[in-house]
T-cell receptor, first 114, second 111 residues
Framework: QKEVEQDPGPLSVPEGAIVSLNCTYS??????FMWYRQYSRKGPELLMY????GNKEDGRFTAQVDKSSKYISLFIRDSQPSDSATYLC??????????????FGKGTKLTVNP | NAGVTQTPKFRILKIGQSMTLQCAQD?????MYWYRQDPGMGLKLIYY???????DKGEVPNGYNVSRSTTEDFPLRLELAAPSQTSVYFC??????????FGSGTQLSVL
């Protein structure tokens, strides 16, 4: 079993839809969870991070972590064409300072159609 | 601030050739990283550095070398290029306790 599993999609939704992106993991030592957004031909940029179970909101984005099920999600409300990108989950057994141990998912390509 | 700057953006190499991918950051970050991203795959760490003069291997270091003589620069050297090194390479940096900043990548093809 791979450490981090992410459905690569692609995912195509109409503008205004609610989008759910998911990752599962097998390493119970993972404590720090992140979502990166990567536009075409660009480097990833950090979208959200959390280190506890539960929900964290930032505008239209909600990150959810369920450590008991080893499952994390990113929800996008009222999706916009500008949200079209590849979304990568990433996780680490350490805090933000442990980027050397960061494990990335394969990424899910999202297209939001006007 | 320009952030993390990578050059070149694209390169085609023949099998057995060598090249250096350049990475520079102007944010005075201690930590710098090199990742590769293959199609449909997650980012894999090649090498990283925690400061000038200090480097260490990541998950996939074979076929690559790095050096860190200054805080700003972290070049990645490919010796004897192989088709398996066809990938998109990303350089990243971060401050102590801070988030990663990525460059825009170098798309490399080895034919």
């Amino acid at each position: 079993q791979k450490e981090v599993e992410q459905d690569p999609g692609p995912l195509s939704v109409p503008e205004g839809a609610i989008v759910s992106l998911n990752c599962t993991y097998s390493n119970s030592a993972f404590q720090y969870f992140m979502w990166y957004r990567q536009y075409s031909r660009k480097g990833p940029e950090l979208l959200m991070y959390t280190y506890s179970s539960g929900n964290k909101e930032d505008g239209r984005f909600t990150a959810q972590v369920d450590k008991s099920s080893k499952y994390i999600s990113l929800f996008i409300r009222d999706s916009q064409p500008s949200d079209s990108a590849t979304y990568l989950c990433a996780m680490s057994p350490l805090t933000q300072g442990g980027s050397e141990k960061l494990v990335f998912g394969k990424g899910t390509k999202l297209t939001v159609n006007p | 601030n320009a952030g993390v700057t990578q050059t070149p953006k694209f390169r085609i190499l023949k099998i057995g050739q060598s090249m250096t991918l350049q990475c520079a950051q102007d944010m005075n970050h201690n930590y710098m990283y090199w990742y590769r991203q293959d199609p449909g795959m997650g980012l894999k760490l090649i090498y990283y550095s925690v400061g000038a003069g200090i480097t260490d291997k990541g998950e996939v270091p074979n076929g690559y070398n790095v050096s860190r003589s200054t805080t700003e620069d972290f070049p990645l050297r490919l010796e004897l290029a192989a088709p398996s090194q066809t990938s998109v390479y990303f350089c990243a940096s971060r401050p102590v306790g801070g988030k990663l900043f990525f460059g825009s990548g170098t798309q490399l093809s080895v034919l």
